[in-house]
Structure formats: C-alpha cells, structure tokens
C-alpha cells in the first residue's frame, strides 16, 4: 500500500504564488510532504532497476533567498548523502506538469565524464530510447528547450556532445505529464515512474562512475 496520494489541483496552484516566502511556506508544507512520501514508496522499486539502494532526497531550496523555485522534485541517488554530485533520477512537479528525468548536474562532473565516453563511442544510438510518452533532451536541469529525442540525429549529435563538455552545463532527459493527466493525481503516479525509469536506466547504468559513492 503506497503512502503517496497524488497531486491535486491545489498542489499545482502554488507555483502561481507570486510572494517569496508565501511560496515558500506552502512548497515546505504542501508539496515537500507529498514527494517525501513519493520517494520512499519508489525508492525500493528503482533499486531493482539500477541493482543497488537508490535513497530518496527532497529538494529544500535552502540557498533561496529572494526568487521562489519554479519546480521542486525528489531525487534518488545512490548516495544515502545527497544528490547532485551523482548521475539520478527526478520526480517533480511544476505549474503545469510532473516531469520524470534522468538527471546529472554540473556537480556531477565524474558520472557526466563516463556518460560523455559512452555518447561520443556509441552516437545517437545512445539516445535511441523508447517511452510511451515523448522523451526529452534539456539544455537545462530545470527542462529548458526541450528537444524530443526522436529528432535527435547525426545533425543534432555534435551539438549535444558539446553542450554536455561545458563545465557549467549538466545532462538531462526525460518526460513530463500535464497537470490535468489523471495518472498524477493518485499513487498511480509511482507506477508511471517506474516505467519511465526503466527506459532510462540503460543511460544512468551508462554513466556510473562507480558503484557506489566516494567519501
């Protein structure tokens, strides 16, 4: 039995509240709870993708002090410590959508190094993944200038090597699913992630620096 209960329309309405500390409140006492509950019901299930512990991380946007975030999301990583400084998967919400990534930030820079060897050797094969929903390269961490991966081609390689070979720059691919989706609004959600998870995976095992984290 999952704790998750979904998102309403309520939880969708915050990022529309224009006041920094108002935001903030409601993101910490709507939404957080919410993507806790998210991460440790799929936290088990992501294990058996990857083939070792993924640990669930609630964004809290500690460093914020003046604009309020546009998204928030858990993180799962195989690092009981934090995040950002491995390759990991996201589950977030935004104003309009839930958006399912496969994620590695600038932080990241050992896994974006592997990740980077195995594009490079393997070509837009390497983003040749199938999902039921539209896939999506980003520019961006946050899903910036999505470009769907079915359009990626010998064209658009060069490209994506070199936005990924930018020290300030991270990796990024995934889905979204628009607030109104039912599947966002009950636990069905846990299911629809594990199935986008799983057709990213071959990315995220692709990126392992290693197995489990340094000190």
Known sequence: MYQFPGFTKEDFKVFLIPEFHERMSRLRTQIRPKLAMLGEDLAPQLATLTGHPMFPHTASHARRRVNPPDDTWVAFSRSERGYKRYAHFEVGVALDYVFIRFVIKPEGEEDKRVLIRYLEENGPVALALSDPRPLYW???????????????????????????????????????????????????????????VAHLVPLYRSSLSVIQPQS
């Open 138 to 196: 980003y520019r961006d961490d946050h899903g910036k200038d999505p470009l769907p991966l079915a359009r990626i081609g010998s064209d658009e390689w060069p490209e994506i090597i070199r936005h990924a070979q930018v020290k300030s720059h991270g990796f990024t691919v995934g889905v979204v699913i628009p607030s109104d989706d039912p599947v966002v609004r009950s636990a069905e959600l846990i299911g629809q992630a594990y199935n986008t």
